[in-house]
């Protein structure tokens, strides 16, 4: 008998349906709940959906897009909202999602510098992190003579707009009005909290469990990071069993 495969099925916002945006919300709000129409805000900012399957059913999903950067030669990659269901958690679909949607990007765009943009809870923050070789939570204050730094902060005021999200300019969190559930936070296994990608995300964000706020944070497709992610996918892929991953 054949063992079902994961597989990710791309679907650009063009044909984005009523009935895609229910299901994919009716999806999102087992794990966190959220409102219909902040969902449908948020889904039609971005270019496209990866659906993550398993056997033909949905077992998750990722949203992804770029945009513009005032910085020349370069251009954000913004992934949107990441859900998984807990079973399925721990196969490193959200990164074979985002290293897939950059790649593609870089074939059409090859001579483009890519920034990763992203704006995460804790399980995301953690789930995300822990692939990468290198990264910077978002500085808020301003550096005189750092354009880099001034495009990144720009970058995310311009994309808290677009969601309806607002931007504290004192901690650099970004309000992003969704809850995290007790019942989320205890389908994960004793310890997670102690992990060192959690703790630095709690003493980024002390008042995560109910401030509704997500942190924000980027990195580059460097060789590095991209060495870093390729080992992440192929050692989730060749284990056995499902743990945790990342959450928006």
Not at 35 to 49: M, Q
Not at 112 to 131: D, E
Not at 179 to 198: K, N, S, V
Not at 212 to 226: E, G, H, M, Q
Request: charged share 25%.
């Amino acid at each position: 008998m054949e063992v079902p495969r994961d597989r990710i099925r791309v679907i650009p916002r063009r044909d984005y349906t009523d009935r895609l945006l229910t299901e994919l919300h009716a999806f999102s709000n087992r794990i966190l709940p959220e409102d219909l129409v902040h969902f449908r805000v948020h889904a039609e900012t971005n270019e496209v959906v990866h659906v993550f399957e398993h056997g033909g059913a949905i077992v998750g999903y990722q949203f992804w897009r770029t945009a513009p950067m005032d910085l020349p030669g370069a251009r954000l990659i913004l992934g949107g909202k990441l859900r998984v269901l807990p079973e399925h958690r721990g196969r490193a679909l959200h990164l074979r999602s985002g290293l897939r949607f950059f790649l593609g990007c870089k074939l059409r765009h090859p001579t483009t510098r890519y920034y990763r943009l992203a704006v995460t809870s804790l399980f995301g923050f953690v789930s995300i992190t822990s692939a990468l070789a290198e990264y910077r939570v978002l500085d808020p204050r301003p550096v005189p003579g750092d354009l880099e730094g001034e495009a990144i902060r720009a970058a995310f005021a311009r994309l808290a707009a677009e969601s309806g999200y607002r931007l504290d300019p004192e901690t650099g969190l970004i309000f992003v009005d969704i809850g995290i559930a007790p019942e989320t936070l205890e389908q994960f296994p004793p310890g997670y909290l102690d992990r060192p990608a959690a703790r630095i995300y709690a003493r980024i964000n002390p008042g995560w469990r109910d401030n509704r706020s997500d942190v924000a944070f980027w990195f580059r497709f460097t060789p590095r990071n991209l060495l870093a992610l390729v080992r992440k996918i192929r050692h989730a892929r060749s284990r056995s069993g499902p743990r945790p991953e990342g959450l928006r």
